[in-house]
Nanobody, 124 residues
Framework: EVQLVESGGGLVQAGGSLRLSCAAS????????IGWFRQTPGKMREGVAC??????????SNSVEDRFTISISSDNAEITVVLQMNSLKCEDTAVYYC???????????????WGQGTQVTVSS
């Protein structure tokens, strides 16, 4: 069974950094693509970054490119996907989710498995 658990959210001032982690289990490298998404109340879930677990290729939304970095590592049976967020802005405030899916891209409908989310709040 695929399981995804996010951690690392919190409160940070604008211009600061946060590191989100997604602990993924139940699959191996190459089985799925992993994406990071965010959502604020009343808005659709927005894809910000994704990674191909087979070859490490990454893709970012225009809103976070050059500020966020997605990376992946593995320790025994668990895969960890990190979203390093730098130069944070107030508009980055959202609940952040990691997801696993069989197709590559930033559309939420491409992903089949989701974590519970972690809150990121950026204050001015």
């Amino acid at each position: 069974e695929v399981q995804l658990v996010e951690s690392g959210g919190g409160l940070v001032q604008a211009g600061g950094s946060l590191r989100l982690s997604c602990a993924a289990s139940g699959f191996t490298f190459g089985d799925y693509y992993i994406g990071w998404f965010r959502q604020t109340p009343g808005k659709m879930r927005e894809g910000v970054a994704c990674i191909n677990t087979a070859d490490g290729n990454t893709f970012y939304s225009n809103s976070v490119e050059d500020r966020f970095t997605i990376s992946i590592s593995s320790d025994n049976a668990e895969i960890t996907v990190v979203l390093q967020m730098n130069s944070l802005k107030c508009e980055d405030t959202a609940v952040y989710y990691c997801a696993a899916g069989s197709n590559y891209g930033l559309g939420a409908d491409l992903y089949d498995y989701w974590g519970q989310g972690t809150q990121v709040t950026v204050s001015s």
